[in-house]
């Protein structure tokens, strides 16, 4: 049985890695100077919009980092717990196998 089960350590890095490189465009970015300054109650909507789905673009990005994190530790969870079944293996049965008689 342990023999099925198969680790693709290189895939689990690579999709973590792609996670931190997605997460790395989504930053908060200001607006410029000029744009701060305005008398008009429509751009100052747009302002607030603009900031609030910069904040949201920022979490999203440390969300995704957590995740990147999320999926390295679970790889090497599982890689350890491979090992482990693998070792159940080598020791052998711990108590005497009983089979019905013929």
Known sequence: M???IRVNDGRVKADAAQME???????NVPLTRQDTRTTLPANGNGKSA????????????VLLDQEAQNIRGLGNAF???????AGFGEIGFRHPVISAGE
């Not at 490189?21 to 930053?27: G, P, V």
């Not at 603009?50 to 990005?61: A, N, V």
């Not at 890689?79 to 079944?85: A, C, K, L, P, V």
């Open 50 to 61: 603009y900031g609030r789905s910069q904040e949201r673009i920022s979490r999203l990005g």
């Open 79 to 85: 890689t350890e717990f491979d090992g482990m079944m």
């Open 2 to 4: 342990t023999d099925m």
């Open 21 to 27: 490189s997605a997460a790395a465009y989504l930053r």
